[in-house]
């Protein structure tokens, strides 16, 4: 049914618990901020309306306003919670992948946030190569769902899209893979690397669609389980709060579920993925063919064509 190993992906958890750690306590820390911004802007909210003709109406506004502001610096510091947390956990988790010793404690988080700082010098790069990748990742998905368009069986096209739209979920964890392959083949040309997976993973789609779907319903099952735990403490906790904000208790379970699935199963179908990627692309070359389609379909797999080609001129002229 699926090509990875369940229980070596729990192991790597285990030899990277350092980094697991670290991803909870950075991801809990957001899930407090938002807590925390949504409790004061309800505070606030109901002072301003307190001794008004319906006192403390503001209180719901104060709160939104509240969890609005936080998401906005989420939303900001995302290149760095892609630098120094996931990429740099994908670093730790590659070494486990390929046997070399990983070091513990705090070491363990020094040390991959170095390799990421060697492979991409600032932030911004990783980020931009990240996000070119989920633009052609998204290409090879409609591209996929186009080929089989013209079939005439019944009902295939709504399936394919139902396909489509579940491994779209996936493909945060299909992109980390893809920077993994560039971790792990080394280089200075991030860009053409990149390419290089991407082209190794359109071939090879079928294998991947099978696992990714099978991880994506299995991951998001999980989340929705903790949803359901976290659901009453969440309503307990905001019920402590002033004013009538007990609706914010739906969206910041949802908050906490979503930080508990990216510091705890996130990883593990990142692991799992990476041994169906290195396994079934080993000894592959990029086939002519695919990526000549990609190249007509995806204006952002031109655009990283484009970006590997100038990455390797300026190189030449260093």
Known sequence: MWDFDLGKALSAMRQTLPFVLFRMAIYFAITLAYILGTGVGAGVG??????????????????MIGFGAVGAVVYWVREYLLYLVKAAHISALLDVFEGKPVAGGQSQVTHAQQVIKENFKEASILFGVDQLVKGVLGAINRLLLALTSWLPIPGLQ????????????????????????????????????C????????????????????????????????????????????????????????????VL??????????????????????????????????????????????????????????????
Request: glycine share 10%.
């Open 257 to 318: 579920a979503w930080s508990i699935k990216a510091a705890l199963l996130e990883p593990v179908a990142i692991y799992a993925l990476m041994q169906v990627f290195f396994k079934v692309t080993e000894g592959q070359q990029p086939n002519p063919e695919w990526e000549a389609k990609l190249d007509q379909a995806s204006d952002k797999f031109r655009e990283l064509k484009d970006q590997a080609l100038s990455h390797l001129g300026g190189a030449k002229t260093s």
């Open 195 to 254: 390419k290089t997976a991407l082209v190794l993973y359109a071939q090879n789609y079928k294998t991947f669609l099978r696992n990714a779907l099978f991880l994506t319903l299995f991951m998001y099952l999980l989340a929705f389980l903790v949803f359901l735990v976290v659901l009453g403490p969440v309503a307990g906790l905001m019920s402590m709060f002033p004013g009538q904000v007990g609706g914010f208790s739906f969206i910041v379970a949802l």
């Open 158 to 193: 709504n399936l394919m899209a139902f396909i489509t739209r579940v491994v779209e979920m996936s493909l945060t964890y299909v992109d980390e893979i893809i920077i993994a392959y560039h971790l792990r083949t080394g280089g200075d040309n991030p860009w053409q690397s």
């Open 46 to 63: 109901y002072g301003v309306t307190a001794f008004g003709d319906n006192p403390g109406s503001g209180a719901g506004l104060g709160a």
